[in-house]
T-cell receptor, first 113, second 109 residues
Framework: DGGITQSPKYLFRKEGQNVTLSCEQN?????MYWYRQDPGQGLRLIYY???????QKGDIAEGYSVSREKKESFPLTVTSAQKNPTAFYLC????????????FGEGSWLTVV | RKEVEQDPGPFNVPEGATVAFNCTYS??????FFWYRQDCRKEPKLLMS???SGNEDGRFTAQLNRASQYISLLIRDSKLSDSATYLC??????????FGTGTRLKVLA
């Protein structure tokens, strides 16, 4: 099946730990994104990548890091510097970054315990 | 003015009813517009793109009013399965998608 696969779906993290969320797409899309969704708020952009080996900070990049070594993969690391990491994280992709339809993975729920 | 505004609802409607949502945006340069559906604790899924001339997909009709800077979604003959949160999305320059907070719809039996 074509699509975007995120893992793990549920993750519990102790304070002070870094965690990495995986995102893989087989849609041959150039652009990939990471969003965070909190209750009652719209999706907020963490990082985006328009092409392999390039990525840019979004609106709330502090405490997060990414890499884009392969076209199909865009992992997100939530570092211990992120003060309030408990949220629903959504990976997305689009053919390019010119405003085409954006598609989402199933999301990852991160809870800090 | 906020970049995007949506009435959060919930809109509680009986089965078979017609319901409409609006979403206003502030960036007059926005080029692409979409409606997404998001079920509880799930990812957003594309419902339909919104074209300048308006477009229809079965029971769903989307319209764009550039002069007043809003998009609308009309759902006819509501089904129980239409219960969800509907997000408006538009683009603002390259890479940047602006998401509304969503309008919650509950269709009641």
């Amino acid at each position: 099946d074509g699509g975007i696969t995120q893992s793990p779906k549920y993750l519990f993290r102790k304070e002070g730990q870094n965690v990495t969320l995986s995102c893989e797409q087989n849609l041959n899309h150039d652009a990939m994104y990471w969003y965070r969704q909190d209750p009652g708020q719209g999706l907020r952009l963490i990082y985006y990548s328009q092409i392999v080996n390039d990525f840019q900070k979004g609106d709330i990049a502090e405490g997060y890091s990414v890499s884009r070594e392969k076209k199909e993969s865009f992992p997100l690391t939530v570092t211990s510097a992120q003060k309030n990491p408990t949220a629903f994280y959504l990976c997305a992709s689009s053919i390019d970054s010119s405003g085409n339809t954006i598609y989402f993975g199933e999301g990852s729920w991160l809870t800090v315990v | 003015r906020k970049e995007v505004e949506q009435d959060p609802g919930p809109f509680n409607v009986p089965e078979g009813a017609t319901v409409a949502f609006n979403c206003t945006y502030s960036n007059s340069a926005s080029q692409s517009f979409f409606w997404y559906r998001q079920d509880c604790r799930k990812e957003p899924k594309l419902l339909m793109s919104v074209y300048s001339s308006g477009n229809e997909d079965g029971r769903f009709t989307a319209q764009l009013n550039r002069a007043s800077q809003y998009i609308s979604l009309l759902i006819r003959d509501s089904k129980l399965s239409d219960s969800a949160t509907y997000l408006c999305v538009f683009t603002s320059g390259t890479y940047k998608y602006i998401f509304g907070t969503g309008t919650r719809l509950k269709v009641l039996a």
